[in-house]
């Protein structure tokens, strides 16, 4: 029997009855489609590394889809942060209110140019699977849920079935439609068939009961390894690894609420999966929040930086440490030079900068 994919269901942390219901509609229906093994866990992102939770999640190595009240982009990097690799699967399934679940794989930063940038991922090794993620936030309905799944698991089983093809010789039709179905026939009033003990199909259910947590996710498909969080937080949060790359080491030594490295950040890599922002929570368009302080601007708001040093220096007034406003770890970006020859306005800017005002 091929190998069936794998649903995982992600509570919310709360138990709003809306956000309940539809967590067991999709658990009640997905038990009853075949070639599926569904998986319920509490919120993913509060998981504790070495919990029962997460250690769960790292036991299954094929192909997955998980469904959380997260953006997708933030649950994927969460996965990623504990070990839990794979490629980024495309997703058809759009919200209500907008495109929230497009497909991820080349997403970057909105600069043309910046994209020409190295990303940390490029150098990591990929395992040989995809995780789709689904925003359980995108319908209020569980039907487009479990249309959108039974599309990924026909889609996989298509493409196992042509490589089983190509490898050796092309499979008879009785042999396809056996693979397809992944299961024993079903019987007529469409539930799954019982097993040998006459029980009907459960989940997998994990315990746990995991904390509230807050700590930042790194999206390594932007990630350019610059640096500039480490040099900005002052909580000892950040590390790097044997190979120089930065990464989340002391996930809670982070203060709770703030976002501040998020907003440092030149290319929107580090995510908050429960900061109120959708910019800084890993919606796909991680530029929203730059636009939006750029317009800020405007009315004389702070800008993103401002604002960060400013959340800095609360957190440590609060663990009775000195605020240090923009003397630590603010970077220095300065436009880059033009390439060609110096004319009248490069020599009208230089005498203005030497002028003293």
Known sequence: MP???????????????????????????????????????PNLYDLA????????????????????????????????????RGRVGQVLLTGDAGSEEDDEEGEGSADGEQ?????????????????YCLDLRAKTEFEPFVAEIRRIRDEAAVQTVNLLGWIGGTPQPEQLDRYLKAEEPQPANGSKTRDQAGRDPQPVVVAEEPARRWYPVIDYSRCTNCMECIDFCLFGVYGVDRAETIL??????????????????????????????????????????????????LFGAPDALEVAVLERD??????????????????????PKRSGPRDELDDLMDALDDMVL
């Open 248 to 297: 989340v080491e002391q996930p809670d030594n982070c203060r709770k609420g703030c976002p501040a490295c998020s907003r440092v950040c030149p290319e929107n890599a580090i995510i908050f999966p429960q900061h109120k922002t959708p910019a800084i929570a890993g919606s796909p368009d991680g530029s929203a929040g730059a636009l939006k302080i750029d317009l800020s601007k």
């Open 314 to 335: 609360v957190e440590l007034v609060a663990v009775g440490r000195d605020a240090v406003g923009a003397t630590i770890g603010i970077p220095k970006r300065q436009p």
């Open 49 to 84: 590394p070495d919990g029962t939770g997460m250690l769960c999640l790292q036991g299954i190595t094929g192909d997955m889809v998980v469904l959380s009240w997260l953006y997708a982009r933030a649950a994927h990097w969460t996965l990623d942060r504990n070990g839990i």
């Open 3 to 41: 190998n069936r994919l794998t649903i995982v269901i992600s509570q919310g942390q709360s138990n709003n009855p809306a956000k309940r219901r539809l967590e067991e509609a999709l658990v009640g229906t997905l038990l009853l489609e075949p070639g599926l093994e569904v998986t319920v866990i």
């Open 115 to 131: 994209d020409a940038k190295p990303r940390v991922v490029e150098s990591r090794p990929m395992p040989n699977r995809t995780i």
